[in-house]
């Protein structure tokens, strides 16, 4: 098993760079998929971006392409979200999610999930 803790939400204006850390226990954190998703208030959650337990892939929502960037530090067991650009319309609570040796671009393809940051962005 895993636990995941987010942190660095909060309050930005549109333009406005933030950086999300997603904390995760255990030894084995390697071997675990990792992804970003968000929900905005009265919207289902989406995927936002994934990398690959193996070779650390990326892919992202096209929403996000090329504003987003997700990396992982194994030795560090965190995986980052950084942010670039934001817009009013990235306002939502985001998670970041684990699966063990696997990952996938939807909320089916992962096992645990952290509590949540809000990240807010003012027009």
């Known amino acids: 098993q895993v636990q995941l803790v987010e942190s660095g939400g909060g309050l930005v204006q549109a333009g406005d760079s933030l950086r999300l850390s997603c904390a995760a226990s255990?030894?084995?954190?390697?071997?675990?998929?990792m992804g970003w998703f968000r929900q905005a208030p009265g919207k289902q959650r989406e995927f936002v971006a994934g990398?690959?337990?193996?070779?650390?892939?990326?892919y992202y929502a096209d929403s996000v392409k090329g504003r987003f960037t997700i990396s992982r530090d194994n030795a560090e067991n965190t995986v980052y979200l950084q942010m670039n650009s934001l817009k009013p319309e990235d306002t939502a609570v985001y998670y970041c999610?684990?699966?063990?040796?696997?990952?996938?671009?939807?909320?089916?393809?992962?096992?645990?999930w952290g509590q949540g940051t809000q990240v807010t962005v003012s027009s």
């Open positions: 255990g030894r084995t954190f390697s071997s675990y998929g």
């Open positions: 999610a684990a699966a063990w040796r696997h990952d996938g671009p939807t909320s089916r393809d992962y096992d645990y």
């Open positions: 990398i690959r337990w193996s070779g650390g892939t990326t």
